[in-house]
């Protein structure tokens, strides 16, 4: 059992609040794609120290006095990783609930294949485990909800329950994705994320983003 990479505090706002952030150690991908696609220059890390904590597959950490586990689940981005709290896991973009199938994998660093091979992690997770979903669409009109079991997810996922076999989840995925819109807020979005949640500045300080006028 490992645990996860710590950095040490920042003189920032959000450090004088107490927060801290993790995040998965492949962020250092994310950092790289986008710092090349936001032509940011060498004032932008691409280690993730902008981060508290970097989490490895099959790192372990307390919450309280709880023991908590990360696991990695790459598809949806690279970065990405599902966290197990007794008998809840927070499955971040991989599945969503069964009606509403799982995350995009169109995104630059995305991958439908790996997206399949980490909702197979997901799913493999006890039958009782309660998931707790990162966006829910409501599909056909329903009402939001967030949580769900592995079990109901294997039996009733629109995209991967019955069955499914990797090969009609890739070929699907794709041909979905393709009709799918850029997000309306992605590209502030990805300039702070990427930060940790700092607005980058201009080489005079001030807060500013950038837009890629030719896209992704
Ligand atoms: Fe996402």
């Known amino acids: 059992m490992s645990t996860p990479t710590i950095f040490p505090p920042r003189p920032t706002s959000r450090r004088q609040l107490g927060g801290k952030i993790g995040i998965g150690e492949?962020?250092?991908?994310?950092?790289?794609?986008f710092g090349k696609i936001f032509n940011e220059g060498t004032e932008f890390q691409r280690?993730?120290?902008?981060?508290?904590?970097?989490?490895?597959?099959?790192?372990?950490?307390?919450?309280?006095?709880?023991?908590?586990?990360?696991?990695?689940?790459?598809?949806?981005?690279?970065?990405?990783?599902?966290?197990?709290?007794?008998?809840?896991?927070?499955?971040?973009?991989?599945?969503?609930?069964?009606?509403g199938g799982s995350a995009r994998a169109d995104f630059p660093g995305g991958d439908a294949g790996q997206l399949y091979d980490s909702i197979q992690k997901v799913l493999?997770?006890?039958?009782?485990?309660?998931?707790?979903?990162?966006?829910?669409?409501?599909?056909?009109?329903?009402?939001?909800?967030?949580?769900?079991?592995?079990?109901?997810?294997?039996?009733?996922?629109?995209?991967?329950g019955g069955g499914k076999t990797r090969d009609d989840f890739v070929r699907f995925r794709t041909e979905r994705d393709a009709t799918l819109a850029v997000p309306r807020l992605i590209l502030p979005s990805l300039q702070v994320n990427m930060r940790a949640g700092e607005v980058p500045k201009d080489h005079d300080g001030r807060p500013m983003l950038k837009v890629p006028v030719n896209g992704l």
């Open 124 to 160: 493999s997770l006890p039958d009782a485990m309660r998931l707790f979903m990162c966006h829910d669409y409501g599909p056909n009109g329903r009402d939001i909800r967030w949580e769900t079991t592995v079990a109901a997810e294997k039996a009733h996922n629109i995209h991967v």
């Open 26 to 33: 492949k962020i250092t991908v994310v950092q790289d794609t």
């Open 47 to 99: 280690d993730g120290s902008q981060f508290d904590a970097l989490f490895r597959d099959g790192d372990t950490y307390m919450v309280g006095g709880m023991t908590c586990l990360a696991i990695h689940t790459p598809g949806h981005t690279p970065a990405c990783m599902v966290h197990v709290m007794g008998d809840a896991a927070f499955v971040g973009d991989t599945l969503f609930m069964p009606d």
